[in-house]
Nanobody
Framework: QVQLAESGGGLVQPGGSLRLSCVAS????????MAWFRQAPGKERELVAT???????SYADSAQGRFTISRDNAKKTMYLQMNSLKPEDTAVYYC???????????????WGQGTQVTVSS
């Protein structure tokens, strides 16, 4: 099996910081593009940031300048460093990744279970 697992969420005050992690595990041959999404209560899931296999990144306007996405391929881990957090950043944050299993010829999209980020005084 292949799994993605997020961690690092929690309760922080406005202006604070959090670093989220997403670890891939299982029978993995290769990981291609990865991304962070978030979903606030009553809202649709939205893309926060992406990173491709070469390390190129992109960000939603709401995250630009405050969030940094990165990856450590040796550890099969992706990170989201979140600074200057705002109440509107409150959401469940999900990681996803295109992963090729050992013995497979194709990449498939996998999702983590999500980690709660709450920004509040």
């Amino acid at each position: 099996q292949v799994q993605l697992a997020e961690s690092g969420g929690g309760l922080v005050q406005p202006g604070g910081s959090l670093r989220l992690s997403c670890v891939a595990s299982g029978s993995i041959d290769s990981i291609n593009g990865m991304a962070w999404f978030r979903q606030a209560p009553g809202k649709e899931r939205e893309l926060v940031a992406t990173i491709n296999s070469g390390g190129s990144t992109s960000y939603a306007d709401s995250a630009q300048g405050r969030f940094t996405i990165s990856r450590d391929n040796a550890k099969k881990t992706m990170y989201l460093q979140m600074n200057s957090l705002k109440p509107e950043d409150t959401a469940v944050y999900y990681c996803n990744a295109y992963i090729r299993k050992i013995g497979s010829t194709i990449f498939r999209l996998y999702w983590g279970q999500g980690t709660q980020v709450t920004v509040s005084s």
